[in-house]
């Protein structure tokens, strides 16, 4: 059997393993499972009532949330008369799945990362999370409702104003750390700083535009109940419905990945040098994924405390402060570059 | 904040026809809406045009209560009503006894504004909760309502029902004061005075909900007056006018408290207001547990109507049972009119007497009703995301608009 390459054997495994496990397709599925009912029972304890509870009462009702994703995926799917049934079908799908390929790009240890070793893997992964909210926009105009009309129009104001900070922000961090892949850039903050110390400014940008993209309060924008009934998803039942409300989640992940990455530090306080299957593969993936999922326990907090913003001032802030701290955060990082290094 | 760019007249003559507006239907199914239809017409986000469909709970509150004895009124009213049932039946009760010609003795004055005062807080905080969750704070929703709970327990504890006590009757009211009601009114007291100030933290004082109530639903001084808008929406325009201090009934004259009113009248003055009443009515249920006269907690007429029965009973567990006299009461012919200040503004009530064992003519004007011109008036020229503001900010509740 000498003519199977043994190295793309392991290659391959390592990739399936990659999407599929860790951290992939069924760390997300845990890691939303979790967060929804974090959120969930955060928000309760400040509100002073229980949360989630009946289903498995034993560990505080934690697995409510698949007991609703077994509820959705059971329930009949309703798609309205004059809805264009292609698009209103296809665009959850691919919402979910363009926010998670996303991941592809973005490596949680060193020597352990998908597809191929990308030299340009935070311009693919930030290219890639930016055209998930495009699937958005076609779920809201597929549904042939006012309401959901409405948020998809909000949703494309939102995405135009947030997208230039949050491309400044990734820039001013690639201008940093002088490269465009975040395996160097996790590298060099293990050698130096973190990036949250090197460039507040930002960290900062980033988890406004995390906290906007991904729907957390104050910017709950797109699917304000109390106007838009649920904004894009008014007209779905089922799973669509089901895999429409997850994808925010998984959003939010992939985003907290890359705060992670560059910002906190990466698998750091681990320096991995050594190619072991334990130490080198998986434990800086663990790290990475801890960073991540404290990160999203932080925003998710934030719907116990905020209100939402209104659209024109959600806009008005993206253009004006958080643009204008994105241009800071990138002159910061140009003078940091010519003076301090 | 947007200003408006549109005033009332324009809009009767604006024609809303054609394709450049986006016409909503908010209602009656709706999370914002309540159970009342408004339609909107926007201009992009700016709404043009809005018209509450209202009615969708209409009661026949009037029609039902012509057609019962008099005393079967009071639950009719009180489930009009439902955050606000006290002032509903004591607005109520007032006219009867001025058809009556009955004067409850000062302890019964005094426990009527006792739970009277006790139930302002609560429609409040029903007020607040609602305004929270309108703005998508979750956190004040479950707070306001949780808070209430212990003033309604309150109110079991005095009256032996949780909402719909039915307490107030004509010469009096149903039960005394029981044994440690006292301290339990303190404590309850101070756990609010407690919370008022997380309140101010996470709500009042919360940057965003400043962002997106300030100057919005502006409402001024002069035009509140000739719309004829009530209560503490009334106040927050900064119209010193509140019936308890105007034309006084029950304890009111006897107390010392203040009416507050606030200068601007926008949506941030009328969430503030209605934190100052509740400061305001905490203060008055100290004076009049303090200040609680002895004696009957019923009317010399009705007591001597009591079997020997029903006698022992009221000395033993200070109860008041319903004589005979109340369900064949015959009012003498005549009209009456009450106005008592609710926890959302003024209910007015004329009755009308033909000497029958039913009302003749039995008509109320609640202060939702008398509120509705916000929204025709006030959202014009808002944005869409600022209706829900507005309709929090009044605290409008249908089913006591459709009566």
Do not use: C
């Amino acid at each position: 059997m000498n003519f199977i390459p043994i190295p793309l054997i392991i290659w391959l495994i390592e990739d399936l393993l990659y999407l599929i496990i860790f951290p992939g397709l069924v760390t997300i599925l845990v890691l939303v499972i979790i967060i929804i009912w974090l959120e969930r029972k955060i928000a309760a304890k400040v509100q002073m009532r229980f949360g989630p509870l009946w289903v498995s009462k034993k560990i505080g009702g934690a697995l409510q949330s698949l007991a609703d994703l077994l509820r959705y995926s059971f329930q009949e799917a309703i798609i309205p008369e004059k809805a264009d049934k292609l698009a209103f079908i296809l665009a959850p799908g691919l919402m979910f799945a363009f926010a998670t390929i996303a991941l592809i790009f973005i490596p949680v240890g060193p020597y352990y990362s998908a597809l191929f070793p990308s030299y340009y893997t935070i311009l693919f992964s930030v290219a890639l999370i930016i055209i998930t909210p495009i699937f958005a926009i076609i779920v809201g105009w597929a549904s042939d409702n006012k309401f959901s009309f409405i948020g998809a129009l909000r949703e494309g104001f939102l995405l135009i104003s947030y997208e230039v900070p949050f491309l400044l922000s990734v820039v001013s961090m690639i201008v940093i750390f002088r490269t465009y892949n975040y395996i160097s850039a996790v590298q060099s903050q293990l050698n130096f700083l973190p990036g949250i110390i090197l460039n507040p400014l930002a960290a900062l940008t980033m988890l406004i535009v995390m906290i906007r993209t991904t729907g957390r309060f104050p910017f709950d924008i797109t699917e304000a109940d109390s106007e838009l009934v649920l904004g894009l998803f008014t007209e779905y039942s089922a799973l669509f419905f089901g895999v429409g409300m997850a994808t925010p989640y998984v959003e939010l992940y992939n985003f907290s990945l890359i705060f992670s990455l560059l910002f906190l530090g990466g698998w750091w306080p681990l320096n991995v040098n050594v190619m072991n299957p334990l130490y080198g593969l998986f434990l800086p993936g663990l790290v990475v994924v801890i960073k991540a999922f404290i990160v999203m326990a932080i925003l998710v907090f934030l719907r116990a405390v905020y209100p939402r913003y209104r659209l024109d001032q959600a806009v008005r802030s993206g253009w004006s402060y958080v643009l204008l701290l994105s241009v800071l955060s990138v002159i910061l990082s140009i003078v940091e570059v010519k003076f301090l290094r | 904040m947007s200003e408006k760019i549109f005033n009332i007249d324009d809009l009767q003559n604006i024609n809303v026809e054609g394709e450049k507006y986006i016409i909503l239907q908010i209602g009656p199914s709706h999370p914002g809406s309540g159970h009342m239809r408004i339609k909107v017409w926007l201009d992009g986000d700016i709404i043009v045009k809005v018209d509450p469909d209202i009615g969708f709970v209409h009661r026949t509150s009037e029609w039902l209560s012509e057609r019962r004895e008099w005393i079967k009124a009071i639950p009719i009213v009180e489930r009009i009503m439902l955050p606000d049932t006290v002032h509903a039946n004591l607005a109520y009760v007032l006219a009867v006894e001025k058809l009556l010609g009955i004067e409850p003795p000062p302890r019964a004055q005094y426990l009527r504004s006792l739970v009277a005062e006790i139930n302002r807080i609560t429609s409040h905080l029903y007020g607040i909760g609602i305004f929270g969750i309108f703005l998508g704070s979750s956190t004040v929703y479950m707070w306001a309502f949780g808070d209430r709970e212990p003033f309604i327990d309150l109110m079991e504890m005095l009256t032996g029902a949780r909402i719909t006590t039915s307490y107030i009757i004509p010469g009096g009211v149903r039960w005394d004061i029981p044994n440690g009601f006292k301290e339990r009114a303190e404590t309850v007291l101070q756990y609010m005075e407690r919370r008022l100030k997380d309140y101010e933290d996470i709500w009042v004082k919360n940057p965003v909900v400043q962002a997106r109530t300030i100057n919005v639903g502006v409402l001024k001084k002069e035009d509140a007056i000739s719309l004829g808008v009530v209560g503490p929406n009334l106040r927050a325009s900064g119209v010193y006018y509140d019936t308890r201090k105007h034309q006084p009934y029950a304890a009111y004259p006897n107390l010392d408290f203040e009416v507050p009113t606030m200068k601007n009248g926008d949506a941030y003055d009328r969430l503030l207001i209605r934190v100052e009443e509740i400061k305001q009515s905490i203060r008055m249920i100290r004076q009049i547990l303090k200040d609680l006269p002895e004696g009957k907690i019923i009317a010399d007429q009705i007591y001597n109507q009591l079997n020997p029965v029903m006698k022992k009973n009221y000395e033993e567990k200070k109860r008041v049972m319903f004589p005979a006299f109340m369900i064949h009461m015959r009012p003498p012919p005549g009209e009456a009119t009450a106005k008592v200040e609710a926890g959302r503004g003024e209910i007015f009530f004329y009755i009308k007497s033909t000497g029958d064992k039913y009302p003749y003519r039995f008509r109320w004007v609640t202060p939702s009703f008398r509120n509705l011109p916000f929204f025709t008036h006030v959202a014009v020229g808002h944005r869409l995301a600022d209706l829900p503001t507005i309709y929090g900010s009044i605290d409008y509740f249908p089913p006591e608009a459709d009566r």
